[in-house]
């Protein structure tokens, strides 16, 4: 089996540097025959001369192998797709002749896991990297009727990705690499953290949305090297991206979710440089998903767009560089070796030739902005695009700060999650009031008047809340009685759910505004106005449910300052309380399965007097591995997560150790994600045609307005 | 309640950042000091160094080799009443600057936080720059016999075009 994975390595690098060296040469001479036969043109006078027919044989051919690339370019994928099922058939075979297999499978690991080792370790994952690559690739070179000299151009840029990884999977990091001496008769086995459902989809979708963002760079690239005029790129490229950064966002909170659900910590997000490394391409892809909109209606920002989306491909392989290179130290790097030299190089060999072809051709992208006020939407984008770039400049910062000190001063130093807290949640929170402000700015110009007449209402229910917030008694909830005077974290929490309401009113002050103008003149109820309202324009009414998510999450977030936790030994009747919550251990035992033995303790959960759950937190002892792992038990509610860890056995008495969580509002976060997604999800839907009213002829119906349907 | 608009619109954003600030400053400096809560904030400005990279009070292993003693340590400074950079510092010597969760606003370390700031600050200056050049832009000539739309006529269009493409 090694051998036809090897194989298939092989024959795609084969194919993909056929397809991009054969892509180049027919877009070259394409370029060359068309110019040439314009000049024989001009200079026969119109009529087809030899040479000009010579020229036109050599542009037929050119295109013949522009075919056989985007050709080939297809069958990479199927090379690509047979090398990855290849290594899963190995792991359902136990093949442990597989160093990759020996090393990240065992016999005694269930089915799900040993599908999931494809992306579990180092090899693995950089072929399911290169096989999304290829997968996006069939996609875009099927598809390349829509331009196909534009799709060309991306296909080589694509190609050329490709060759980039297949290299480092054929000579750097090969997972078909064969165990030497001796076969062991079973796997070191799965890292335990990896081993939870979670982990099954978590990589395949950051994957999908790290990868995806290479499809809008080669048509950005494309776009460049071409010249391209106009727009069309942006167009054709938006609904990719908008897929991929769905992909990347459930990615992140997946992983937030699985370490909230895995690690035991209690938390969901640490500021690892890993962690980091995914939210830097989420910061600048979200921000080009606004700035592009400048360049679609008005023709502005197409510099800044080329480079936004070069930066958040280059992000995406930079986060893979830290991940696997070891040159900052996180506890999450699953990997340490030497490809982080070839991720470096492809890293500059990108920035030069995306460098090269922005300045060679950057006259091209050159356009005349005009704004006529500064309280404009444009402007609004302007400021968004600089907050998102600077959220995404700190935690680059903060990623690398530990390396540059130790440049400058000789030693390392932590940069964790006060510093982010410090400096990252103040930007964000001048986020949140341009996410309120931007929706209610008129393209060109918006008188104030206009500003301040929609503004009012949302600004003062806000003020509402926050004084709500702060006289409540803090016994109606985690949220309530909130002093910002007490503690910095709480000015901040007080400050991003109040906004948080802000964004809330405007956004649904939006959805009302024009929701009553489709039933003043259709006379259809609100709701049913409101759902038409979205279909007429799903990208802008999606995006404002997409805010509203956001929205949530943040309000999520705000829950951190309330947490509290616990930390007890519990014998048998022992008694724990925290917050509203009394936990009674009723009992502890031990059990034995195939592929780990676990400890986990009963506990009666009370709340007033009343018995409300029991909770069985685990800690897992995997046999293969040798490594133990946690598995909180959670009560989830919208006001909080009771949350509690199983920490070990006192060794004296056999006690277990618990630790119990109170975390404020984060089932916030989760359902956030949801309304985001689907908000994307509108977004992503056509439009549907407008309804106009015309007057009908005079002869037909005297009286009477018909309703008809436009085109698109 | 539109007057309190009114005399909102027309202070100076300036005025407005200097309130926020001084708000966040006086907050930041208004913390609780009684031991418990130092212990959780300060245990929150450290880490554990058994090379599990987490916050000390968050370490969640039994049997880590390190973070029960230096909470005990943390427990001793604070009921002795140590200062908060005391703490910090005789931390810094026994166990290195790595056992801070952040950087320290001393030396080469308040780079960390100053250029972020410095960046946004130069962004913004910035932005309004480019938006001040673009908004001075002279408008294209017209074509003879056509006169630009202005005032009213012009809000006009407006009202309807947003009508007609936005809804």
Known sequence: MAEIGSFALLLALALSAYSFIAGIVALAFQSRASSSLSLALQGSGGVVSSESSFITTLRRGSERMGETARRAGIATFAAVLLASVVLVICAFRDDFSIAYILHHSNRDLPGPYKFAVLWSGQEGSLLFWSLLLAAYGFVLRLRYKTDARLFAYASVVLSGVQIFFLLLLNFAAHPFAIVEGTIPADGNGLNPLLQYPEMVIHPPMLYLGYVGFTIPFAFALGALIMKYPGEKWIHITRRWTMVTWAFLTCGVFLGAHWAYSVLGWGGYWGWDPVENASLMPWLTGTAFLHSVMMQEKRGMLKMWNMWLVFATFWLAILGTFLTRSGIISSVHAFAQSSIGDWFAWFLCITLVVFVFFFFKNKSHLRTEHKLESLVSRESSFLFNNLLFVLLCFTVLWGTWFPKISELVQGNKVTVGAPFYNRVAIPVALLLLILTAVGPLLAWRKTSLESLKRNFMWPTIGAIAVAIFLMITPQSWGSAFGLKPWQDISYFYSLMAISLSVLVTLTVASEFYRGGRVISKHTGQGMFASMVQLTHRNTRRYGGYIVHFGVVVVIIGFAGAAFNQDKEMEMGYGDKMTIGPYTLICRSYTDDDAPNYASEWAVLDVYKGGKQIDTMTPVRRFYKASQQTSTMPDIRSSLNEDLYIVFEGLNQDNGHPILKAHLNALVMWIWMGVWIMLIGTGLALIPNAPAPVRVAAPARLKPTQAESVVTGD | ?167
């Not at chain 2, 913004?124 to 009213?152: E, M, Q, Y």
């Open chain 2, 1 to 167: 309640m539109s007057r309190l608009f009114h005399s909102i619109s027309t202070r100076s954003a300036g005025k407005l950042l200097g309130t926020f600030l001084l708000c966040v400053a006086v907050f930041a400096l208004l913390g609780a000091s009684d031991p418990a809560t130092r212990f959780t904030e300060i245990g929150h400005q450290m880490m554990c160094i058994c090379g599990c990279n987490q916050i000390l009070l968050e370490c969640n292993h039994v049997g880590c080799p390190a973070s029960d003693g230096m909470r005990n340590e943390l427990m001793a400074a604070v009921g002795r009443g140590d200062s908060d950079s005391l703490v910090e510092q005789s931390f810094v010597q026994k166990y290195g600057p790595t056992v801070l969760a952040a950087p320290t606003t001393r030396g080469f370390d308040r780079a960390a936080y100053i250029i972020p700031f410095v960046a946004l600050i130069l962004g913004f200056g910035l932005i309004v720059l480019v938006i001040r050049a673009w908004k001075n832009r002279p408008t294209p000539a017209l074509a003879d016999g056509l006169s630009p739309v202005r005032g009213a006529a012009l809000e006009q269009f407006r009202d309807q075009a947003r009508k007609e493409t936005d809804l």
